[in-house]
Each structure stands twice: as C-alpha cells, then as structure tokens.
C-alpha cells in the first residue's frame, strides 16, 4: 500500500526530470559524461559538500522567486549554524582575544514593511573573519566565534560591535571547487554579513549586507549581490571619541534599516 501522493511533490519532480530528460537530449549527454556526473556526486555527499554544492549553484535563484516587499533577501548559504549564543545588551559579537580585523559597529533599525518599529525583534548574525574564515566551519573552535543573537530595543534598533569580514573564497579542495576550476571561474564571494529577523507575525527575512568597494561585488560566485543591500562604512578617528569607547584604534559605522514583511493569514 502506498501512501496518499504528495501532489507538489510529484508535480515538482515530474517537471524536474522532464527538463533534465530534454537537456541529456539536447546536449547529447554521453553514457561516459553520465558515469562522471554520478561519480561527481558521489563525491559531493562524501565530501558533505551537498549544501555547498546547492546554495553555490541554486539558492540565489530560488530566493528570488520570493515576494519582493520588504528589505531584498539574499542566501542563507551552508554556514548557519542556528542556536549561536543570546547576547546581552551592549552587543558584541563573541569574538578571540587576538581577533583580527577593524572594528565595525552596525547598526540598524527593524520595522514592518508599513513603517511601524518593531521591538523585539531577534536580529541572528553570522559572518566570517577578517580572513575569510567561519567559525567551526573554517576553524574549529570557538565554534560560535562571530555568531549571535540580539534584539531590537523598544524603537527596533539596534547596535551590534563586531569586525569588518574579507571576502570569502569557497573551499577548492573538495569537488565544488573542482568543478568551479574547471570551468574557469573563480570562487570569491564579497566580504558580507549574514541576518537573520525574525518578528511574531512577520515573515523571517534571511538576507547579508556588502560593502561598498568590495571588488567581488559584480561577481560573486553565488550571484547573490543585491545593490539594495550595501553598506558603506564610515571611519572614525577622532582621539576623544576612541577613548570614551575605549577603543585603542579607529573603528568604523555603518547603519541598515531592515523591513520585514506581514505574515498572510
Ligand atoms: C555560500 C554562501 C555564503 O554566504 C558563503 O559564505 C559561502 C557560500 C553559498 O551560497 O554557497
Ligand atoms: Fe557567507
């Protein structure tokens, strides 16, 4: 006995394989080429590269299928971890004692697509360092370095201090950069922040912010650049300031004000 068909599924595999059928027709797929597309895959699940794999190729698409109000969302990726530690007000991004990079204190307000301030709202943020590495990912340990969750205040802002990330080059050892290789691509992705809001009521918003200048902008590996979405931090510099921050070298601003959009129903 099976079970009652699953109507999206089949519809959704149905087309799937409809669409690779005519594709091996059309490209004359040989039975070899299929051999190394098996084996390829292999490979991708041996090497825990299935995500990778699927967000590097496929996730900027499937994000814009979603409905454009609100802040513009871009690619969760393979590098949330989900469960970071809740962090107490005035936020700092869990970070080592030599950690390098510059200071970047982000900052932001939270609202509903209709303007109104929403207070506490989770605000998830993950990043890489400012060498291009994610926590337990990258560098085993702190697993949760540059990880956190905050919340907006009673206006729906808030502040965060972390350090400006790098840009970020995929990993090449294993079969997805492999294939990028192969096919003459680079793997770079500009230097960018992960968010995740969420709000009761509110549809969760997964997006990154970029910075202005990055020279991956324009060709980001994933294709998940959205100009909406770029910061451009200022320095600040000023002695007196520092020393009220009590910080022993310059750091940098930046604000983004994210809406979220009305769950329907
Ligand atoms: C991908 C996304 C990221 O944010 C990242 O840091 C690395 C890879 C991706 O979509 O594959
Ligand atoms: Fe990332």
Known sequence: MTDRPDARLTHIFDDMVASLRQFIRERRVTHEEYRRAVGFMCEVAERGEVPLLMDVFLEATVVDNADKAGT?????????????????????????SDEPGEILMLSGTVRSTDGVALGGAGVDVWQSDARGAYSHFNYPE???????????????????????????????????????????????????????????????????????????????????????????PVRHDDPADLRDRGFAQPYYSATYDFALRPMLR
Not at 72 to 96: D, F, I, K, N, T
Not at 206 to 211: A, I, K, V
Request: no cysteine.
């Open 142 to 232: 702190p697993r949760y370095n540059l990880r956190g969750r905050l919340s907006t205040d009673d206006k729906g802002r808030f502040e965060v201090r972390t350090v400006i990330p790098s840009p970020y080059e995929i990993p090449k050892q294993g079969p997805t950069g492999a294939l990028l290789n192969k096919m003459g691509r680079h793997a770079f992705r500009p230097a960018h922040i992960h968010t995740r809001l969420t709000a009761p009521g509110f549809e969760t918003l997964t997006t990154q912010l970029y910075f202005a200048g990055d020279p991956w902008l324009d060709s980001d590996v994933v294709g998940a650049v959205k100009h909406s979405l770029v910061i451009a």
């Open 72 to 96: 513009e969302m871009s690619v969760e990726g393979p590098y949330y971890l989900g469960a970071a530690p809740v962090l107490a007000a005035p936020y700092v991004l869990p970070q080592r």
